[in-house]
Each structure stands twice: as structure tokens, then as C-alpha cells.
């Protein structure tokens, strides 16, 4: 593609030896048409891809970048797709639905150099073969200990323990590439005028949410604006039960702000009516002629506690959230 052609270029210009990756793929796909009503699309794939390009890190001392490119690394992606459209009603009225839905597991089988892993530094994410692509690399938070307001961690081993050490990382199973996704819609008509709906969702996406790093700070960083949950959650005195620790008790980059991004959104709705075209044949010149209005993101459900889970990223930095937008208007055809 996307993106892709462009990219390559300035990579080969310090790697002649770079080259593109390659995929194998197998795809096994299924039409299922029910009394011309109902159509259920299937289709499952397994793909492979060898000679991924990877950031392998060198010597400084090698153009003094720290890294370069190489086509080093293999993956597979398994997963599955569905498609369903099912007209419910026809004439007079017109009510359709449709859904849509994905999974897709992947597993990194070949690094570079014979290496099992590689920690991918200031992600929070580790390249481990047997695991996904994504997943976090992470201290996991086990709360705040109730007589003193201490926080506390699990270590490797999964004790519990007051030190935070780098060294009690693990891979914790969740990822910020999500496995499940979709959508679904609907749409009713009746004598020009139409309904519709869409929906999308994401499930099983984890994003680290960064603002809460400096939201809840505990004194970190008394300069930015904190969170209500500082003096309402915050631990005060002995038996409090809570996730934020006593005054003073310094956050860390820990599983606490590791937050479920899945959600469900209604990303649009429409109202539209559509001009008979008996009416419009007479003016010999108007084809077509549509009155509508429409409303964009206009709810989300989710547990994510920032301005908006749905994002790509691993991490969520002051994101500017998806605007909630409104328009009307004419569409003439000539």
C-alpha cells in the first residue's frame, strides 16, 4: 500500500540489503444465501509473514541512530470474519438489518538473531515468540494495603510485595491490538423517508492511560490539574479501602492505569427523505433530490475513564476525542 511504498525507500537507503516482507496466506470462504431474505458471508484465513521488517538495535557508534531496519521476524495471524444481511420486511415498508463481526489471534514465531524476546523500550509492550504482537510488558499494581496506605505490587514470581523493580515485569495476556471487532446497522423506509442506524465496537483492547499518570500524581506533578479522585478515593487514614495510594506515595508506570478501551459506539444516524420522482421528472432537469439530517458519535458506551478509547495506540496521551457532530442538507442529483 498505505503508507507502506513510501516508507521502504528511506530504510533501503541504509540497508541495500532491505526487502519486502513476504505473506503466505490460506483462505477458506463461505456464501450462504437463505430465501433471498438472509445472506451470511464466512470466511476463515490463516496468514503468514516472513521477512517482517523490525527495528533491530545496533551500536551508536553504527550512524549513530541506535537502531536500523532489517527483514527479520515472522508472524501468524489466524482469525475468522462474518458477514449478515437480512432484509426483514419489503414493501410498503423497508426494514433491513446488518452485522458485521472479526476475530483475529496473532503469534510472533521468529525473531531476530535466534533472540525469544525483545522489550520494545518506553511502550510498555515485549516481542515475545509464542505471544501476541502488542501485548503489554508490565509491574502488575496488587492495590493499596489498607493499615498504611502503601502501595503495592506483584512480583514475578506473583507475591506480593512493597518494592517496585523493573525486574517484576511479565507479559500479563492483553493487548492493545484488539482481537474482537464490528459493527452492526439497521435502516426502515417507508415512501421516500429512511431511517438508519450504525454501530461500531471494539473488544478486548487495553490502552494505558497516561493522563491518569499525572491526574492522580499524589505530589508528583502538583503543577497539573488532579483528579476529583485525589480527594474523594485517595487514601486517607488506616482501613481505607482504595486504588490510589497515601499523600506523597509516587505513581509508577504499572498495571493501575492499564484500562479496558473496549466500547460500543453509534457512529451514525439518519433521517433522510427522498423527493418522488414523479414530482421531480417534471422539472426535466432534477434526477434526484434528498432532505437530510444526521448526527455522528454521538453516544459511546465503554469503562474507559479518558476522553475516548476508541485509538490505535498503546498508550493514550491527551487524545482529542472524536467530535460529536450534526448536519443537514439537500443532495441533488442532475
Same mark, same amino acid.
Given at each position: ?33 437463505? +430465501? ?133 515485569? +511479565? ?30 465496537? +471494539? ?126 442538507? +439537500?443532495?441533488?442529483?442532475?
Amino acid at each position: 500500500n498505505y503508507n507502506d511504498n513510501m516508507g521502504i525507500y528511506p530504510m533501503q537507503s541504509g540497508n541495500e540489503d532491505l526487502g519486502w516482507e513476504k505473506l503466505w496466506t490460506t483462505n477458506i470462504a463461505l456464501h450462504l444465501g437463505f +430465501v433471498d431474505r438472509i445472506n451470511l458471508d464466512v470466511e476463515f484465513y490463516n496468514k503468514r509473514t516472513s521477512d517482517m521488517l523490525m527495528s533491530v538495535p545496533v551500536s551508536y557508534a553504527d550512524k549513530g541512530e541506535g537502531f536500523r531496519w532489517d527483514n527479520i521476524g515472522e508472524m501468524v495471524n489466524r482469525g475468522v470474519e462474518l458477514q449478515l444481511n437480512v432484509d426483514i420486511v419489503r414493501r410498503p415498508i423497508n426494514w433491513s438489518i446488518s452485522a458485521n463481526v472479526s476475530y483475529n489471534k496473532n503469534k510472533i514465531t521468529e525473531l531476530y538473531n535466534g533472540l525469544d524476546e525483545y522489550e520494545l523500550s518506553s511502550t510498555s509492550t515485549k516481542l515475545v515468540v509464542g505471544h501476541s504482537v502488542g501485548e503489554f510488558y508490565i509491574n502488575r499494581f496488587a492495590g493499596v494495603n489498607p493499615a498504611n496506605g502503601d502501595a503495592l505490587w506483584l512480583d514475578k514470581n506473583g507475591e506480593v510485595t512493597t518494592e517496585f523493580n523493573e525486574s517484576d515485569k +511479565v507479559m500479563i495476556g492483553k493487548s492493545y491490538i484488539a482481537p474482537w471487532q464490528g459493527g452492526f446497522g439497521t435502516s426502515l423506509s417507508w415512501k421516500g423517508l429512511t431511517l438508519s442506524a450504525q454501530f461500531s465496537w +471494539v473488544a478486548d483492547r487495553w490502552m494505558f492511560n497516561n493522563d491518569r499518570f499525572f491526574e492522580e500524581s499524589n505530589g508528583l506533578y502538583s503543577a497539573y490539574n488532579q483528579s476529583k479522585r485525589m480527594l474523594y478515593d485517595r487514601w486517607k487514614e488506616p482501613g481505607d479501602v482504595t486504588d490510589i495510594p497515601r499523600y506523597g506515595v509516587t505513581p509508577q508506570m504499572d498495571s493501575r492505569f492499564l484500562e479496558d478501551a473496549s466500547f460500543l459506539r453509534l457512529k451514525n444516524i439518519m433521517l433522510s427523505y427522498d423527493f418522488p420522482r414523479e414530482l421531480l421528472g417534471k422539472t426535466h432537469f432534477i434526477s434526484r433530490a434528498r432532505l437530510y439530517v444526521q448526527a455522528q458519535n454521538l453516544f459511546t458506551w465503554t469503562k474507559f475513564s479518558g476522553l475516548d478509547p476508541e485509538s490505535t495506540s498503546n498508550v493514550y496521551k491527551a487524545q482529542y476525542p472524536m467530535s460529536r457532530q450534526y448536519t443537514m442538507g +439537500v443532495a441533488i442529483t442532475f
